[in-house]
């Protein structure tokens, strides 16, 4: 649950350093009724995710972390990737349960319609021919993925299963999380890795840049839709 003010006459939600508090945003991150805006702009960031994270993996160039991991999976089962992206969802948040974290709204439904909008839209993106458009479709995938992340982020109604399982590490061991997340992604990189998922210079570039993405989007949210314009949450 996350504390609210009264600022200029609007309320104020908390939601994390970095994250602006938007028109759509819950006050409530567990709630089981959310307002429609927010579901809807909920969904449309978790599609355009789903989306980016295809058009990356149709580029045939390698894909992000978690992603590897699912890839290798699939191979390894013969599962669609969509369906081994739902089961690594699926599986990670068993890993909540000892940690004691509580999934929302937005926790579900990131495990559904990532997963379904990978293999809904695979079909219709074909392959990459050569190195150029692997490339366009590797840095436009991870921004698909910027936006994605900045809209779901801020509606507030629970982490991903990943984002939440890191976080609940952190707390549990006292690790920065810097250190949780880099340790949690490299291993399941490898994992993947060795299982023959799709590790290659496309990974690199998406480590490089997600970050960078994430950030330039929440910004240019705070700024056409946050209660506070231009200033973004710091505590």
């Not at 600022?7 to 089981?32: A, C, F, I, R, Y």
């Not at 579900?108 to 479709?137: C, H, K, M, V």
Request: hydrophobic share 50%.
């Amino acid at each position: 649950m996350v504390g609210s003010q009264l600022m200029n006459g609007e309320p104020q939600l908390k939601l994390g350093k970095d994250v602006p508090v938007t028109w759509w945003s819950s006050n409530e991150t567990l709630t089981m009724t959310p307002e429609p805006p927010t579901v809807l702009i909920l969904l449309i960031g978790l599609f355009l995710f789903g989306l980016g994270d295809a058009v990356i993996i149709s580029a045939k160039w390698g894909v992000a972390p978690w992603t590897v991991l699912a890839d290798g999976i699939a191979q390894r089962l013969d599962l669609t990737i969509g369906v081994a992206t739902f089961l690594v969802s699926i599986a990670v948040l068993f890993l909540w349960i000892p940690l004691r974290e509580r999934p929302g709204i937005g926790t579900l439904l990131n495990i559904i319609i990532i997963a379904g909008t990978i293999d809904l839209a695979l079909p219709y993106l074909g392959e990459s021919q050569n190195p150029t458009n692997s490339i366009f479709r590797v840095l436009s995938g991870t921004a698909l993925i910027g936006v994605g992340s900045a809209l779901y982020l801020t509606c507030n109604l629970g982490p991903g299963p990943r984002d939440g399982w890191m976080t609940g590490m952190h707390r549990a061991t006292g690790y920065p999380i810097g250190i949780v997340r880099g340790t949690i992604e490299v291993s399941v990189l490898l994992a993947g890795w060795l299982l023959g998922g799709d590790l290659w210079y496309g990974t690199m570039i998406f480590a490089v840049f997600i970050g960078p993405a994430v950030a330039i989007f929440l910004r240019i949210t705070s700024k056409i839709a946050s209660y506070q314009g231009p200033e973004m949450n710091t505590g």
